[in-house]
């Protein structure tokens, strides 16, 4: 049974805007074997599933059909664990600053 | 009508799409066969400065504070010759609505496209600029829509850009998240051309106008404080329009002795169209994949007449690396108490560097700072750098390789700057320009002076380098 989600559901879709054998004469040979896609998130016009193909209008009002890829999609991005290679720059400089204020003194 | 949609296509309905968007007859300022009037393509706007002022006043943009580093200045001195270690300012631009000074650059065109009554703004671009613009939208009550390189073919986001999409997602804006590549323009007329939304492009007169009050305010402030002008500025340089604009907000504030200074991240050896070194490069802006090729020839931009123009204003070029701006970040947010993003601390490094070379009692100042936050810092970057398979190391910085290993400095004394050969991007415009010259034209007296001014040079140097590479370049 596939999770039907309703109408105005907040999602994101997908979509190719460009084949990897229509991509602009000047990108890198890299680029050039992968297509150019996109995604874009808006509220969904009808019921659908994920994976289907839908068509979400956009809060600046656009309409756009593409494939259902993501219900809610959340925002990830971290901070991440501390990087010890910076860890301890601030007792390093604080060093420095504390030997010349006595210097200075 | 049925439009055609293929690359091809769109891009050869680029400068009606343009007229349409921007509303700016670019041919209008033509003079010689190469030369434009640039002064009268930004006063042909109607902003002067202080209409700009109050236009930002409006909305809450700018009267940003002025920051001494006292405790940088003395990490400075610390590793300088007795004497030296000019005394270090910054420009708290994170104190701007959306938390940098890219609020100036999009509150003219938001201001614009209400006057002139576009449904909405649109705007191309993975950094700030697209939370600007969608901030400055909401204020003035206007559809906006940002369109990002924002992840590569495995879908990995680059999370400073992730960062973005959230920032202008929460301003109300419709975010279009595109894999890597240069096409990303061409989607971007498609955009335009479907909604008829006023197009906030970084290179148009607004947005370079919108900058002026920058450099105009920060050498109001330091001669308000210091009864002088700062002796040198450094603004962080990518495709030019903060260098432009910041170096002519100093000089109508009389600031003309004043030294203007661009500085950028070293990318060297990663390309900035590839799909492979997208999540490599640690920065999204401020690096030499922009500034250098935007230097030699600003008219690559999404507008027919680039009105950042940062050759005509730069007295210095320098590179910092890319482990000393995370090292300096650190620095400040633990001796200074300021976290700020990536972007004014690349013009800090150069300002650390150079303050070295000045005297005690100089002035330099740093003209930006950005706000911060997850995926806009060290720890994201850093951590993704090392998913990469990028080392990263305690070293001499001068061992940093882009895409290969991130040196971070062992001690402050290890900070310094890479000077770009100015003359070497000055013959590298030229020839660009030449490249543009009418097929058996010569040029005429007014596309040479147009040469000089393009390059801060004389009459007598175009002359000899024309001479130098031929007519054609």
Partial sequence: ?105 | MSREFSYEAVMARMGEIMRTSVGIDYERYDTGLISFDYEGMLAGTGYDLETIREVQDSTSVGNTPLVELRNMTALARAVSAPGKGARIFVKDEAANPSGSFKDRRASLSAHEAREKGYPGIAAATSGNYGAAVASQAAKAGLGCIIVQEAFDSQGIAQPEIAEKTRACEAYGAEVIRLSVGPELFYHFLIVLEETGFFNASLYTPYSILGIETLGHELSCQVREREGRFPDVVVATHAGGGNVTGTARGLLKAGATDTLMVAASVDLVGLHMASDRDFNRKSFTTGHTGFSIPFSTWPDRADVPRNAARSLRYMDRFVTVTQGEVFYITQVLAEIEGMERGPAGNTSLVAAFALAQEMDEDRIIVVQETEYTGAGKHPLGQLNLAKEMGIRVERGDPVKNRPGEAIVIPEHPSQIRVAEVDLNRIRRSYIRNALQTLPHGKKLTREDLSFLAAETKSSLDYIKEVIHEIGPKG
């Avoid at chain 1, 839908?54 to 059909?65: L, N, S």
């Fill in chain 1, 1 to 105: 049974m596939t999770d039907k989600k309703a109408k105005e559901t907040w999602v994101e879709i997908h979509k190719i805007l460009l084949d990897k054998g229509k991509r602009a004469p000047q990108v890198p040979q890299d680029t050039r074997e992968v297509p150019l896609e996109m995604k874009v998130k808006g509220f969904l016009l009808h019921e659908a599933a994920l994976g289907d193909k839908v068509e979400i209008v956009t809060v600046a009002g656009r309409k756009i059909k593409g494939i259902l890829s993501s219900v809610n999609p959340s925002y990830d991005h971290l901070f991440g664990p501390p990087i010890p290679e910076l860890s301890t720059i601030g007792r390093e400089v604080r060093e420095i600053l504390g030997q010349g204020r006595r210097e200075e003194s």
